[in-house]
Structure formats: C-alpha cells, structure tokens
C-alpha cells in the first residue's frame, strides 16, 4: 500500500469498551509513523497515565521506537486533544484532555475531530479499568480499511546461542503480551517464595517490583540500544556497560518474584559477552527491553492504585482503618 504520510488513516480499536476511533498520520516525524505503519495491526494492553492526566499510552511492539529519533517535537501539554504520539518508551500515547507534565513529544497524527468524544469515553473506561482493579482493555491499532490482526515480529541473530535465546525470548512475550504474566499474579496476591515484604508485606514489594522493572526496560535496555544506535559506541563498552546496568536491579527483581526476568537477564548477559557482531548485540536488548516494558505494563495494571484514596489533594492523610491494611499484611492481597 503506497501511500503518503498524509493519505494514511489509522484505527484504534477498544473492542471490550466498543469504541473506535480513527486518526490521520501527517508527515510529521515521518520515520516513526512509517515504523508504526510497517508493524501493523497488533494488539497490545491498553494503559492510562497515572501522573500526567489525560493521556492513553499501550506498549507498541516496534523496535525502532528505542533509537529512531523524533525530528519534531512539541510540549504534550500545548498539544491538541486527539494528538497522536510515538514515544521512545515503546509508547504509542494519545492525549485526550488537559496533561500536566511538560514532557516533549513526537507526534505523528491526530484523531479526526468527530472522533474526540469516543476517544474521551475510552480514557475515562481506560482510567476506571487501571485505577480500580478492573478488566484489563486490550487495544487494537490498525491500518483503516484493512481487517484487525495480531503480529509480533521476532528479531534474529547469526550468534547460535543468542538466537536461541531470542527464540525463547520471543516465546516467553507472546504468553504474556495479552494475559498478565503469573508470576505478576502470584506477587499481587500475596504469594512471594522469597518472603519478600518485611513483616508480612506485599504493598511494599508490589510497589518496588513497580520502581525497579520500569527503569530497567526503559532506561537500561531501552538505552543500550540507543547508544550501539545512536551513538555507536564500541561493542566491548557496550558489554560491560549491559552487567552494570542490568544485573543487581535483575537479580532484586528476582528475590521479588520475578524469577523468568532474573533467568533471561542472566542468560542475556553471558551471551551478549561472546558477541562480535553489534547487530546481534542491538536485536537481543532490544527483545530485552520489549520483554521487560511488558512487564511494566502489567505490574501498571494490576498495581492497587485504588489505595490513593484514602490520601487527600491537599496533601493530609485520611485515617486508614485496620480492615483497610489487612489486605496488605500476612501475605494475601484482596482481589483487584
């Protein structure tokens, strides 16, 4: 289909919500919005910005969201409502009302203006989904006109032992691309072999396990492939620059619960020492980061947010009764 930035539509799909919309791509960043149109359809776990406002973001399975650059950005906050966004997060945001971080963007689109009504209605089913515990929304973006579907591509490594670690990496992120990994369960329900939790605790290991998985796909492997990318700095530094980052954040994690990430992290590392060839060094942190940021989407999701509410706007704290920390001690966690 050969087409021109500015002839090209998109659809974005909530099908549980039975809500769609459909947005124009403009010739804006146009290296993004042809990455975007090459990965087409997917589906992905539909998120909600927890700190900025009004803002729909899903982890999109590009790689080359990770070391593409924007060449235009903007102040998401001075953007139109219906702005369409790529983010080197691996994001695929669309703002829908007023934001409050002054974080740069790069647009690619807009939702077409008869469409800014549906799209309001799917953020406020977004939020109510993320905030309170509900079912989970799965997203689906695809060319208009064409039928839905579903792909992940897999990258590829000429190293035998880095390709079968893709492999199997690639099998472990299509299991829970759209069904929340069990290990995720099992810590959000109290069970943790580790005892992780002083005291008993859960919050307190749910909201680590939070702190520690989003820097880690986002900042480390997100930003080693930027900088073999971008930067094109020398393998070896590359190398050893991957254990320090990697490691001790991945080996807490798996105290925590998150065992297969502490696994495939070590394996990764072992294996990114004996590369020679930077290609194969970008394609495995690549799947890395996109393995890790799906995690981060699911602990987003089933995190108990719903416990803010017992904090104030103006910054008191209302009483929280026993019944109400119960959930959180001697290991269980109530239901979301």
């Not at 939020?127 to 839905?148: H, L, N, T």
């Not at 880095?162 to 990496?169: G, K, P, R, S």
């Not at 472990?172 to 990994?181: C, K, N, S, T, V």
Request: with cysteine; aromatic share 6%; glycine share 8%.
């Amino acid at each position: 289909m050969n087409k021109s930035a500015t002839e090209r539509q998109i659809e974005i799909l909530w099908p549980t919500i039975g809500v769609s919309v459909t947005a124009d791509l403009d010739g804006r960043n146009r290296d993004l919005a042809d990455a975007l149109w090459r990965t087409l359809p997917y589906r992905s776990l539909q998120g909600h910005a927890l700190v900025a406002g009004h803002h729909l973001y899903h982890l999109a399975p590009m790689p080359e969201l990770l070391h593409v650059p924007g060449v235009h950005k903007i102040d998401r906050r001075i953007a139109p409502d219906g702005s369409v966004f790529c983010s080197r997060l691996q994001h695929l945001g669309i703002k829908y009302g007023p934001l409050s971080e002054p974080m740069p963007a790069t647009p690619i689109g807009t939702v077409r203006e008869e469409d800014l009504d549906a799209l309001a209605e799917a953020g406020k089913a977004v939020w109510q989904s993320v905030y309170s515990g509900g079912d989970p929304v799965i997203v689906e973006v695809r060319r208009a006109g064409d039928g839905g579907g579903h792909q992940l591509r897999r990258p590829t490594a000429r190293h035998t032992e880095a390709e079968q670690l893709l492999a199997e990496l690639h099998d472990e992120i299509e299991r829970i691309w759209l069904d929340p990994p069990q290990e995720l369960v099992d810590l959000h329900e109290g069970r943790i072999a580790s005892g992780a939790g002083s005291f008993g605790t859960t919050l307190t290991t749910m909201l680590f396990v939070n702190g520690e998985t989003r820097p880690l796909g986002y900042c480390c492997y997100s930003g080693l492939v930027r900088a073999a990318q971008q930067q094109q700095l020398p393998l070896e530094f590359l190398q050893q620059m991957a254990r320090i980052m990697a490691a001790t954040p991945a080996e807490f994690l798996g105290y925590c619960g998150l065992n297969k990430l502490h696994q495939f992290t070590e394996r990764a590392l072992e294996v990114a020492d004996q590369l020679q060839d930077r290609e194969d060094f970008v394609a495995l942190m690549s799947h890395m980061a996109l393995y890790v940021n799906c995690l981060g989407a699911w602990n987003l999701q089933l995190f108990p947010w719903q416990v803010d509410e017992h904090l104030r706007a103006d910054g008191s704290v209302a009483p929280i009764s026993g019944s109400m920390l119960a959930p959180f001690q001697g290991g269980t966690v109530a239901p979301a």
